[in-house]
């Protein structure tokens, strides 16, 4: 019953959006028409109907094929990192890099290197590889010791113990990870799809459509990219939920055992200079493998070079460093508004649990949107401006930072409160003396996860909309045929964005302290 | 059959083991120079004050652990040589079953860790079920059992090995009184028809007696054995013996060798 009215509010609130949206729409206040009304929408979405099943299913399959490998690759790795711990320390660079890095800045390098659908295959595997290579870790590792006993008693071995007992146990771990990591394959896959490679794909209509003033047809392809994201995560999620009879925890465990490398300063940073060897040594054996010419495919000395002895060398340096003061500000101020809202959103739950529950639905969707689908219609709503890079950088970083805070406003103390109350505080107050500062650890650790995405965000409306930063600096790159330059924005991306999680992930561990 | 041949060779020899466990700032002497005896075929009870021990003497005799000092031989194999063999049955303290596999699949599990082939195993799978008193529940999952069901899903996984060694940490702790006596019953006869060399961990005195040939008395902190009782009663032995005074004394002499132990 309860159930049932919560549900039917939930209708209520959903209907009466719908309604405030189609008169906001149709009487053209947003933006001049910038957001159409649904049914608007809806027809044009009618009209193009013809349209979608070709580059939809270009679209699907090389999401699909991405979403495969990288997975295969994510289990094997995480397998073998679970049994090994040198494994582990090897491949924590390849982790660190493919979680940090702004997707975007792969695209131009993958289309010098590769043709036809490939560069969005590898783009989609890159996307899926970090959450399921940590969960198959997490989960091979993380067994019930009792049942390992059970198998060595019974005359096993570690081989054994392994397809028993730690394959089985990882499962709900893996599909759980596969939830994130399927509509993670899709965004890969538009990416790459603005990059070009063939007429077909969403992310090639999109485009498309871009520069066609018909706002209509943006939102559908926004809504069909969402739908497909949305049915990709709760396909897994049902097979989840008939996979565990104990419900799990809604959240992956996304976060990198950062310093997990335990023990010295000097061992851990051994261990860094080591991992960051394994993704350069990957590099270089890329590279030869390709065997492309060394005019196009630039090694790590050859950047190296770019950016210091060559004789432009200094003029590469300050279009780079320009592009950077463009970017890094503005993720930074998109993150920080991000994380704020998210912050705000967690304490009215925390205090009017009913009101919180009425915005919920309306941040999930905008969670399931793909990035590259919601940021044209950003863009439409608040025009090119510097708004519209941060609305795309807070979309993008508000709902995991959400959950995170709430996570910990919800796990203070209760007898920490109940000293609050005693003392005739009422809600207000102990939220002000207990759940916030508790919260401060919980919005650090948001702020490492979703920077990235901040990041990335911001990268997107640049390379679609605005025309700044390092997202323009690829645009125009490419269109120079500056190789030197676009291996230099993809590399200094990965660091950068390494370096920035690293920062934020000391920093939570000064404030867990 | 030549598997049967080696049941006779192997006695339980357990010569000085000790056994400490490093804590933060401390450390626990679990085992301070335990030694043991247990003759080939013949079921030996172990009681102590929590904390003793047991369980810890038990997993190195299961090959999971291996002692600070002193040694233990089953025959002339060592627990781990028993171990890979698959020649021993333990049921643990906690049932530890497979929250995924239902019972049918959680008793079939050391035979496939093992690479016997089930199938040949259906007839003694489905007399372990009846035995344990589950029929019916075969295809149920553990979340879908009482505790006490689990327990005996975990014993009912300890024989379908056929062990030559039976390890058994308190395996009736989570049943009723009732249930418990007629457990101790059947535990009677199944040993009986093959007699594996078995160790049993009990807190309850009657259980102990009941079923042993011996008793062996723990006390805590060092874990030592201070006394071994020899129980007279024939076998098969009837629960009507637990009325004998002779049964009575022999409780009392125990209860009080463990309250001397340290025990509460
Ligand atoms: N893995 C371990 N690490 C640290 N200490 C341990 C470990 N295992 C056992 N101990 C310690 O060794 C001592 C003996 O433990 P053990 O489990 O063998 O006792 P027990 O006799 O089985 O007790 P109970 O009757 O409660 O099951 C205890 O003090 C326990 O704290
Ligand atoms: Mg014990």
């Known amino acids: 019953m309860k159930n049932f009215s919560r549900f039917a509010r939930g209708t209520g609130v959903v209907l009466i959006v719908l309604a405030i949206w189609e008169i906001l729409g149709r009487l053209e206040l947003v933006g001049q028409g910038a957001l159409p009304a649904p049914t608007q929408i809806l027809a044009q979405l009618w009209k193009d109907r013809s349209d979608y099943p070709p580059h ?5 399959k090389s999401a699909g094929t991405g979403f495969v490998i990288g997975n295969i690759i994510a289990i094997i790795a995480g397998a073998i990192a679970a049994r090994f711990r040198i ?30 659908t490939t560069p969005r295959i590898i783009l989609a595997a890159m996307a899926v590889y970090f959450p399921t290579y940590i969960a198959t870790m997490n989960g091979m590792r993380n067994v019930d010791e009792r049942l390992v006993d059970v198998v060595m ?38 990416l790459a799809e603005f990059g070009g490679g063939t ?5 090639t209509y999109l485009l498309g459509s871009l520069g066609q003033a018909n706002p209509s047809r943006l939102w559908s392809i926004g809504l069909v990219a969402t739908a497909v994201a949305a049915s990709a995560y709760m396909l897994f999620a049902f097979i989840g939920a008939r996979l565990t009879q104990s419900s799990m925890s809604a959240t992956v465990q996304t976060s990198l055992p950062m310093g997990g490398a335990t023990g010295p300063w000097w061992k851990r940073l051994g261990g860094g200079v080591i991992s960051a060897g394994v993704v350069l040594g990957l590099w270089a054996l890329v590279l030869s493998i390709l065997d492309m010419s060394p005019v196009v495919a630039k090694s790590p000395f050859a950047i190296v070079r770019y950016l210091t002895t060559d004789p432009r060398a200094s003029v590469s340096r300050s279009r780079l460093f320009d592009a950077y003061s463009e970017t890094l500000p503005l993720a930074l101020i998109g993150l920080l508004c991000g994380l704020a809202a998210a912050l705000l959103l967690a304490v009215i739950l925390s205090l009017r649990p009913a009101l919180g529950r009425a915005v919920l639905p309306f941040a999930l969707v905008s969670q399931t949107m793909p990035l590259p689908a919601l940021t044209p219609l950003i863009v439409l709503v608040f025009g090119r401006s510097i708004l519209a890079t941060v609305v795309v950088c807070v979309s993008v970083t508000f709902f995991p930072s959400f959950v995170t805070i709430l996570q910990a406003l919800a796990t203070t103390s209760p007898a920490a409160i109940d000293v609050v109350r005693v003392s005739g505080g009422g809600r207000l107050k102990s939220l002000r003396f207990v759940g916030l500062p508790g919260a401060v650890p919980a919005m650090v650790t948001a702020a490492r996860l979703a920077a990235p995405r901040a990041l990335l965000g911001v990268m997107i409306a640049e390379y679609l909309a605005t025309g700044d930063g390092l997202g323009n600096l690829l645009n125009e790159s490419r269109g120079r045929l500056d190789y030197g330059m676009i291996w230099t924005v993809a590399t200094t991306s990965v660091l950068v964005a390494v370096l920035i999680t690293q920062l934020f992930g000391l920093a939570e561990k000064l404030t867990r302290q | 059959m030549s598997t049967l041949q080696e049941v006779a060779g192997g006695a339980l020899r357990v010569q000085n083991v000790e056994r400490t466990f490093a804590l933060k700032d ?4 679990a085992l301070d120079k335990v030694s043991l005896e247990v003759p080939v075929g013949s079921f030996i009870s172990l009681i102590g004050p929590s904390g003793c021990g047991k369980s810890t003497l038990l997993r190195l005799l299961a090959g999971l652990e291996s002692p600070d000092a002193g040694s233990l031989l089953i025959g002339d194999k060592t627990p781990n040589e028993m171990r890979t063999a698959g020649r021993l049955g333990v049921a643990f303290q906690d049932p530890a079953l497979m929250p995924w596999r239902s019972v049918w699949k959680n008793i079939t599990l050391p035979l496939q860790v093992m690479g016997k082939p089930v199938k040949d195993f259906k007839t003694v799978i489905e007399e372990l079920i009846s035995l344990v008193g589950l029929q019916g529940f075969e295809h149920a999952l553990p979340s879908q059992l009482s505790g006490g069901m689990r327990q005996r899903v975990a014993i009912a996984r300890a024989l379908v090995t056929e062990p030559e060694v039976l390890l058994l940490d308190e395996p009736f702790g989570a049943l009723d009184e009732i249930l418990r006596r007629t457990m101790n019953l059947e535990l009677q006869r199944i040993w009986s028809a093959r007699r594996p060399t078995t160790i049993l961990v009990t807190h309850s005195i009657e259980e102990a007696i009941f079923l042993a040939d011996k008793v062996a008395v ?20 009837v629960p009507e013996i637990m009325r004998s005074s002779e049964f009575h004394h022999l409780a009392d002499r125990l209860s009080e060798l463990l309250f001397a132990g340290g025990g509460h």
């Open chain 1, 56 to 60: 939809l299913s270009v679209t699907l």
């Open chain 1, 87 to 116: 494994a582990e320390t090897l491949l924590r660079g390849l982790g660190m890099s493919l979680f940090a890095v702004p997707l975007i800045a792969i695209v131009p390098v993958l289309l010098l290197a590769f043709t036809g």
């Open chain 1, 153 to 190: 008693v019974a005359g096993g071995s570690t081989t054994d113990v392994l397809r028993w007992i730690r394959v089985r146990s990882a499962l709900p771990y893996i599909v759980s990870a596969f939830r994130v990591a399927a509509p993670a394959a899709l965004l890969g896959t538009l």
């Open chain 1, 199 to 203: 007429r077909w794909g969403l992310g």
């Open chain 2, 26 to 29: 401390d450390v626990v002497r």
């Open chain 2, 218 to 237: 723990m006390s805590a902190r060092p874990g030592r054995i201070i006394e071994i009782v020899d129980v007279p009663f024939e076998r098969p032995r």
